[in-house]
């Protein structure tokens, strides 16, 4: 049960689009269309963004937004903002009632 | 609102056993399962196991498994986290957090965290 794989930094100006990729296996991503995102700020604990690759929960902004090709999900930011300056997380379920997730991406807003 | 409290920071030397706690408000708890979750400083997370408060049932992640027990008091609907024998690089911070009723799906609530820092 290896990591899923996520770029470890992502950067972007100001209102443009970004996108965190994130890589697994037949055996997580490709399997389930059960992938969650989650933004992590310093200091505080995660918060859900999406899941079940496309869901928005009550109260997340229509600017994060998720999709699954193959192997491979992703999140993407539109017009991103200050705020969105934190650590990004996908979790993918891997059967048997167990979940991994990748290692993380950091997002620099310039 | 759903609601995990954890129990507080631990300072505690190696060899040394250790539970942390959490407890789940506002919801059922025996309705949904509840991960922990990992975290060393400056690092990214790590799902260590499950549990099903309602019966027990656990799973753990292959890195955890035999190393960490998780157990839950539904009477008093609280998880915990156990180290029999403590060891150096088990300092992190750890979460626990909550999977919505339909279980399979990944976690929605966390709790803020408990850290944990072993040194002799």
């Known amino acids: 049960q290896s990591a899923l794989t996520q770029p470890a930094s992502v950067s972007g100006s100001p209102g443009q689009s970004i996108t965190i990729s994130c890589t697994g296996t037949?055996?997580?991503?490709?399997?389930?269309?059960?992938v969650s995102w989650f933004q992590q700020h310093p200091g505080k604990a995660p918060k859900l963004l999406i899941s079940?690759?496309?869901k928005r929960p009550s109260g997340v902004s229509s600017r994060f937004s998720g999709s699954k090709s193959g192997d491979t999900a992703s999140l993407t930011i539109s017009g991103l903002q200050p705020e969105d300056e934190a650590d990004y997380y996908c979790?993918?379920?891997?059967?048997?009632?167990?979940?991994?997730f990748g290692g993380g991406t950091k997002v620099t807003v310039l | 609102e759903v609601q995990l409290v954890q129990s507080g920071a631990e300072v505690k030397k190696p060899g040394e056993s250790l539970r942390i706690s959490c407890t789940g408000s506002?919801?059922?708890?025996?309705?949904?399962?509840i991960s922990w979750v990992r975290q060393v400083p400056g690092k990214g997370l790590e799902w260590m196991g499950r549990?099903?408060?309602?019966?027990?049932?656990?799973t753990y992640s292959p890195s955890f498994q035999g190393h960490v027990t998780i157990s839950a008091d539904k009477s008093i609907s609280t998880a915990y986290l156990h180290w029999s024998s403590l060891k150096a690089s088990d300092t992190a911070f750890y979460f626990c957090?909550?999977?919505?009723?339909?279980?399979?799906?990944?976690?929605?609530?966390w709790g803020r965290g408990t850290l944990v820092t072993v040194s002799s």
């Open positions: 957090a909550r999977h919505p009723p339909k279980a399979v799906i990944g976690v929605d609530f």
């Open positions: 506002d919801y059922t708890f025996v309705n949904s399962w």
């Open positions: 549990i099903d408060p309602s019966d027990s049932y656990t």
């Open positions: 037949s055996s997580d991503v490709e399997n389930y269309d059960l």
């Open positions: 079940e690759v496309t």
């Open positions: 979790c993918s379920y891997a059967g048997s009632s167990t979940w991994v």
